[in-house]
C-alpha cells in the first residue's frame, strides 16, 4: 500500500521544482507590482498611478505600436516557420544544414541582435552602402528618425522576424514529427493533393503545436524591449520599454509598475483566447 501511495506521489514532487521556481520568479514579482501599482507613498490604495500612465503622451502610442508589431511579427513568423519546418521534416539532402543555418539567430541575444541591424540600417550602415555602392541611391538615407516612422516599424518588423522565427519553426518541426506517417499515407491512398493533406491531415493534427507557438510567440512578442530602445529609442515606444523608461529615467516605479501590469494583463488575456479558440474537439468536449 505503501509503495502504491508513493508511486500515486511521485508525479507531484516531480512538479514540485516547476511550482517552486514559479513562486518565486513569477508569482511573487507580479503580486510585488501589483501592490506597487495600486499603493501611494503612504500605503493606501490609489488608483493614481494608471490615471498618470493613461495620461501619459506616450501611453497610446506604446499600446498602439505594441499592438501594431505584434498583429504583424506574430502571423509573418508563423507562415515562414511553418514552411521552414515543412521543408525540414521532408528530410531532403542537406535538411539538417537548413536547420543548423535557420537555428543561428537562437543563439543571438536580442540585445546583439538589436545591434547587428543597427549597423544595417543606420546612416552609414550596411545597407545603406550596398545601395550606395549599386548606385540606386545618391546619399545616405536616414532609416532610423522620427520622420520616416514607416521605417522605424519595418526595422523592427524585420529584426524581430529574424531573431524569434527558428523558435516557432522548431516547435512546429517537433509537432510535425509526432504525427504518424499512417494518416499521410491514408491521404496519399485516397488520392489527396499536397494542399489537401496539408489543410485537412496535417493541421488539425498540427494544432497543439501551433498553440503552443503563437501563446509563446506572442508573449515574447508584445514584451519586446532590446530591439525596440537599441533600433529606435523612444522614437517607437512599447509598453515594456515605456515600463523601462519610467522606472530607469523617470525613477517612478509605481507607474512603471503599472504598465509592467498592464503587460501582463493583456499577455493573460490574448493567452486566454488562444487555449479557448484553438482547443482541439477533444479538448472541446472534455474528452482526454
Not at 501563446?215 to 530591439?227: C, D, G, K
Request: proline share 4%; aromatic share 12%; charged share 15%.
Amino acid at each position: 500500500m505503501q509503495r502504491v501511495l508513493k508511486r500515486i506521489d511521485l508525479p507531484y514532487w516531480l512538479l514540485l521544482p516547476s511550482i517552486l521556481f514559479m513562486l518565486v520568479f513569477f508569482v511573487m514579482p507580479l503580486v510585488q507590482v501589483f501592490l506597487l501599482s495600486i499603493r501611494a507613498e503612504d500605503g493606501s490604495l490609489t488608483l493614481v498611478h494608471f490615471q498618470r500612465m493613461i495620461n501619459d503622451v506616450y501611453f497610446a502610442r506604446a499600446l498602439k505600436n505594441t499592438f501594431w508589431l505584434t498583429v504583424i511579427v506574430v502571423p509573418a513568423q508563423l507562415v515562414l516557420a511553418m514552411t521552414m519546418a515543412l521543408i525540414i521534416n521532408r528530410k531532403l539532402r542537406g535538411s539538417m544544414l537548413y536547420l543548423a543555418i535557420y537555428a543561428i539567430p537562437m543563439s543571438i541575444s536580442d540585445l546583439a541582435s538589436g545591434l547587428i541591424w543597427l549597423s544595417i540600417f543606420t546612416e552609414r550602415g550596411y545597407l545603406n552602402a550596398a545601395l550606395l555602392g549599386a548606385g540606386l541611391i545618391d546619399r545616405a538615407v536616414i532609416y532610423l528618425s522620427h520622420q520616416s516612422p514607416q521605417w522605424l516599424l519595418t526595422a523592427l518588423v524585420i529584426s524581430e522576424i529574424w531573431r524569434a522565427t527558428p523558435l516557432v519553426m522548431l516547435i512546429l518541426l517537433a509537432g510535425l514529427q509526432m504525427i504518424a506517417k499512417d494518416y499521410l499515407e491514408a491521404a496519399d491512398t485516397f488520392g489527396a493533393t499536397p494542399w489537401q493533406r496539408f489543410r485537412l491531415v496535417i493541421l488539425p493534427l498540427l494544432r497543439p503545436s501551433i498553440q503552443t507557438a503563437l501563446v509563446i510567440r506572442t508573449m515574447l512578442a508584445l514584451q519586446v524591449f532590446s530591439p525596440v530602445v537599441v533600433l529606435t529609442g523612444r522614437l517607437y515606444p512599447v509598453l515594456a520599454s515605456e515600463s523601462y523608461f519610467w522606472y530607469e529615467l523617470i525613477r517612478n516605479e509605481r507607474v512603471a509598475s503599472a504598465y509592467a501590469l498592464t503587460l501582463t494583463l493583456l499577455s493573460i488575456v490574448i493567452t486566454w483566447g488562444y487555449l479557448v479558440f484553438l482547443r482541439s474537439k477533444e479538448e472541446q468536449i472534455g474528452v482526454v
